[in-house]
């Protein structure tokens, strides 16, 4: 079992190499990023790693003291797996410190080719028990396993005490509503999907519409927001979207708000979790060297002391600020967001 | 005459993902199994573990009484399990398959862990996320020995996908399309209730929650933590290429009226009685399908689609 009052680590998004540096100058204990193919799960255009790049995001992160994970997280095909299996061997050839993986064939590919390479359990992969944890582990040796954000707090505290796979969850930026792998609300409006295309309401899709002084959002045609005149904007995701259901307009899925944990973190240490992640690889550099330096001065204040930690008001500012929405929740944490 | 190829072929019927009473779900089951069309019968509570009131015993009952019909049976598990009551319903099911020497559906990793620790052979539902061969193959290797593929695939890839295996495939061929689960439970946002509180609201929308676009279009259906198609999927005039791709098993998924007549019609398609062409026709009431249902991933396209074949 893991000791659980060990200091987390801090799990940082990068879409490129300034923002690479940025995270790991702000203090992030590891960055995780993906190549420049279809194989990981944040595969929008202009963004991701090619082979040199992510050969000297490596080693700028590893000359200090920090790590990098490359993930790995959507779905083969069964006409050519070579895009995910050659990003596995070029993140094993390049000294990445782990793969984030999602489908069994490629853990399994790993397990057989890369034994030495540690293996993470994407959130892709939708695994919220302990039992499907502790399979992965048995099976395919996976270390440790990114939390589907689904599960409550008390529930994450209760798996870490059934399983030796090391729990690491979300606690910052954009917030999927759904269980992560299992919507396939994007290709059912676009045609591309998360799991096989690595997009969820992909760029290419949408539209701006100006319509009788209100701005409308559409993806592939379909209607999927309306905004008044100077009303915020934020990157149209379907599942944030304004619908009509019971006769009432509005946001039926979900408010556009981002996750933000911070005033959740003396519980979450307590709870045993291993690995806090931010969200956010298709952001700035500026977004995330100002994100991961908050949350930097956050964990380490809630490690010296966790019965004196409070979130301050800076950082929550600070964070809504950068935030899609301008307002935060703590999602499916706490019973009452459900 | 249609092509016979499609006479091997069997029919199932899936769990009912909507909130249905005990009694609904009963007396929906026992009314096919008098007919006698279907060949294969799944059942047990898929979507949210706060609709089981009464827990599991009722559905290993149904099971029981379906099976004296002389049919398959096959007891569905939770798709996103993750307290330990609901693991615990899946062990429940699963010792209960055995005893009774029939198979569980799993729809979670969990249940994958479950079964094959207890010996238990079982079909690897649809919410398992198989894409590809390699997945399929760790199924049969964890003791699967039927397979429904993701629903998102485009029907070009099964034939890849099967390869070499020696295992049944089913199709999810008629029905609304479970397209999400969430956390959250949107029929009782929707009725400003919360998921706690949730006071079971999905059973006043036996066929799932309309949700519309702003102008009016419809969207999707909504159906307690889940989301669905608008309009239901069906591929019932896709069949002999289904056939011909490898496919053993055709699912029709429940809905709250007309499933009689919709077995009906993929019956009399498969038993070569009618084209099925002429079947899907009729199934339309006369107008166009494309009004009425959607296959847009059965031709890797926009799944709220109808493309014509």
Redesign the interface.
Known sequence: MNPGREKPELVCPAGNLPALKAAVDAGGDTVYLGFRNVSNARNFEGLNFSREEAKEGILYAHARDSRVFVAVNTSPNSHDISPWTSSIDMASELGADAVILADIALLDYAKKHHPGLRRHLSVQASAGNYEALNFYAREFGIKRAVMPRIVTLDTICDIHAKTCVEIEIFVSGGLCVMAEGRCWLSSYVTGDSPNMNGVCSPAHAVRFEEENDSLEVKLDGVLINRFAPGEPAAYPTLCKGRFEACGMQGHVMEDPYSLNALEMLPDIFAAGVRGLKIEGRQRSKHYVRTVVSIWRAAVDACAADPDAYQARAEWMTGLDAMSEGGAHTTGAYVDEWR | MAVNCNQSMKIAVGPVLFGWPEAKIREFYLALAKEGSVDIYYLGEVVCSKRSISGVIWQIDLARELRGYGKEVVLSTL??????A??QS?RDLVAAAKAMDIKIEAN???A???ASEAGLSFVAGP?L?I?????L???CRQGAERAVL????PAM?IA??I?DTQIQVEYFAHGK?P????????TA???GL???ECRHVCFLYPDG?????????G??T?NGIQ?M?QRPFTALNHMSDLAGMGVDILRVSPQASGMSDVIAHFRSAMDGAMAARDALFAMSDGRDPGSTFCN??YH?????LWIKA
């Open positions: 798709a996103m399990p993750t307290v330990e609901e693991l899946i979670d990793v969990a994958v862990a479950i919410h996320n894409y590809n061969h390699g997945m193959e760790q199924m993701s629903l998102e695939l890839d890849a996908i390869g399309l397209l999400t689960f969430s956390a959250r439970c949107y946002r929707a009725e919360s998921k706690r929650l309309e949700m519309r676009c702003l102008d009016g279009e969207f999707a909504i989301i198609s847009g991933y890797g396209r926009q799944g709220r």
